[in-house]
């Protein structure tokens, strides 16, 4: 390979060593290449003066590049001269090429530094909110407006995908006909449309399915889980909507964020049938990748079929592969594997995610596995069904037996620990494209009542600091702000929390207890100055759906005759209420694209706008 001086050192070498090679060479070797001048010296063609030259330099440990005299022979000096005029226009024809490419070069790097950075989401400081807001974004349903669902999700900062839809969960909806089915791209810049399409025109088969967005931010797609809830399902039952949600049909379509087409070309095509059906279809996120995700269905000849598709294309695999085993519980991607085993009695086995391959683990099997910061352990003795709340996991006032391990890529145990409870948290001010299924914080539950609770150091099992909470019974939050997390309080023999604190993360000191409405009201999102309450009078049926998979149906009765204090901003380092912002029955607030927004869901005046900080 040659170096930035024209030529490599073997090349030097070679042509200070031949006898052949002309004196005006060896002068620029002799200039430029101080590594070859042993050989020079022992070229029997080098000049005399040359000789000397060299001599000279090597005696004075003369580093930089010397201009070293040229042959005193007139016939060698034309002859050099010559030479010389042609390396001058060989130069000038490689100069302007090379000057370009550079330029190229310092303009990709400038862009490279200075791009917004990909899968990136930075969660807004709500420190109070605009009471006049900026924008407001229509989402009137019209005569419908009973029966009509609106999903929300992260595309990237400051851009949320908007699916509206017939309730088809609701019994009275099932049947309606003229609702909108409509799939938006939404800026909250200004909260203007960058597209809106007709799902019902794009594909229409899709009027009996029911649509759920599948939310990877970062992707170039934007992928619409469809699930045939009228149909028959794999057992020939049909049931208008079957409890048993793995039995029915779906199919997943991808849709070009940038201007909402489907980006596959056979999906497109096959507008009259979807593509790929299955009675059970699981999509998850690749840590890292921004361009594929994992599927999981039922399979030909084994139960399931697990593949890995082009985020923009799922009809054809990048790979395919069967087996009997279920992924476990929690976060079952570890090591850029699948990890699958999930009951007592299974032999664990993992997937390669670059090869599609059977590798080996060596974890347990009915476990749950998760990623605390840059550390994946598995939990033992928790089943393997997940939750949306830390309040089963941490085993109440009696506990319940549970062992954490410590594994590594491979799923070796590096440490364990025991404990009657445990509970995991989440810092998601920030989320990346690599942590938006890891957790950063591990907390163990034991002593008498389980009312001590212990940081976990993940990276080695050690406790941080050991703390007892002011009451038996309580409930961890999920979401940590910076240095706090919110616990929930309750009585002995209730589980409606009228009071929370904050555990300081850096001791485990608890705050004065803070009053709240109930247990409608949650830390919903969290930055290092401030954690957001969040009161949701639909939260109970939020959570149910979200521990089932399914989009929650939020109750569309007009009550703007009610008020709440529906966002709350609590200081953090103060562990008390900072402001507080009311809203009306109608009235939601939510968090999509790193904002806060405020969803009014009035009967035939839908919109949302943004909850701007005003300071």
Not at 87 to 109: C, E, H, M, N, S
Not at 117 to 136: C, E
Request: overall charge positive.
């Amino acid at each position: 390979m040659n170096d930035n001086r024209g030529m490599s050192i073997q090349q030097a070498r070679a042509l200070a060593q031949d006898p052949k090679t002309t004196s005006g060479i060896l002068v620029r070797l002799a200039n430029g290449y101080p590594e070859v001048w042993p050989e020079l010296l022992a070229n029997p063609s080098l000049p005399n003066d040359l000789l000397v030259w060299i001599k000279k330099s090597q005696s004075v440990s003369a580093i930089s590049i010397p201009v070293a005299v040229a042959p005193k022979s007139t016939k060698e000096v034309s002859r050099g001269r010559k030479r010389q005029g042609r390396f001058v226009r060989t130069v000038g024809l490689l100069i302007i090429p090379i000057l370009t490419v550079a330029g190229l070069w310092q303009v990709v790097d400038y862009l490279q530094k200075h791009r917004p950075a990909v899968g990136v989401i930075t969660m807004q400081t709500l420190d109070s909110v605009d009471s006049s807001p900026a924008w407001q974004h229509d989402l009137a349903a019209g005569g419908n407006s009973d029966c009509t669902q609106y999903s929300f999700g992260t595309v990237q900062q400051n851009q949320v995908v908007v699916l509206t839809q017939n309730d088809i969960a609701k019994s009275d909806c099932e049947k309606r006909s003229g609702i909108a089915s409509t799939l938006e791209l939404v800026d909250l810049t200004d909260g203007q449309s960058i597209w809106k399409i007709d799902l019902a025109s794009e594909l229409d088969w899709t009027d009996k399915w029911h649509k759920q967005l599948v939310e990877v931010p970062g992707l170039n797609e934007i992928l619409v889980k469809f699930t045939d809830v009228n149909g028959s399902d794999a057992g020939g039952n049909t049931k208008s909507i079957d409890k048993n949600d793995d039995r029915k049909m779906k199919t997943i379509v991808p849709y070009n964020r940038l201007n909402g087409l489907i980006t596959d070309p056979v999906i497109a095509k096959s507008n009259s049938q979807p593509i790929m059906q299955a009675p059970v279809l699981q999509v998850l996120a690749i840590p890292g990748n921004l361009k594929s995700v994992l599927v999981m269905t039922n399979g030909a000849k084994k139960d399931f079929r697990y593949a890995k598709y082009r985020s923009k294309r799922f009809s054809s695999p990048r790979w395919s592969i069967e087996s009997d085993l279920r992924p476990v519980g929690g976060t079952p991607i570890i090591a850029q594997k699948l990890i699958l085993g999930r009951v007592d009695g299974d032999t664990p086995t993992a997937i390669s995610l670059s090869t599609g391959k059977f590798v080996q683990w060596n974890g347990h099997a009915e476990v749950k596995l998760y990623k605390i910061g840059n550390q994946a352990i598995e939990v033992v003795g928790d089943g393997v069904s997940e939750k949306a709340t830390n309040i089963e996991s941490q085993g109440g006032l009696d506990g319940h037996d549970i062992t954490i391990n410590g594994i590594d890529a491979l799923g070796n145990t590096t440490w364990s620990i025991k404990g009657h409870g445990y509970a995991i948290s989440r810092d998601d001010s920030v989320t990346n494209p690599r942590n938006r299924a890891w957790y950063q914080r591990l907390f163990l539950i034991d002593g008498k009542h389980n009312s001590y609770v212990s940081l976990i150091d993940p990276t080695n099992g050690f406790s941080v600091w050991r703390t007892k909470v002011s009451k038996e019974r309580f409930e961890i939050s999920r979401t940590t702000s910076g240095d706090r997390v919110a616990v929930y309080l309750y009585k002995r023999t209730q589980l409606e929390s009228k009071t929370f604190s904050l555990l300081n993360l850096a001791d485990g000191t608890e705050s004065a207890p803070m009053e709240i409405a109930s247990k409608s009201v949650r830390v919903d999102g969290a930055t290092a100055s401030y954690s957001i309450l969040v009161d949701e009078p639909d939260r109970a049926e939020i959570v149910k759906n979200a521990e089932k998979g399914k989009v929650a149906s939020l109750d569309r009765k007009d009550n703007s005759d009610k008020s709440r204090a529906c966002v709350q901003g609590i200081d953090n380092p103060e562990s008390k209420l900072s402001w507080k912002f009311s809203c009306n029955g109608n009235q939601h607030a939510l968090r999509a694209g790193g904002a806060w927004i405020l969803l009014d869901l009035t009967p035939g005046a839908e919109k949302f706008w943004p909850m701007k900080a005003s300071k």
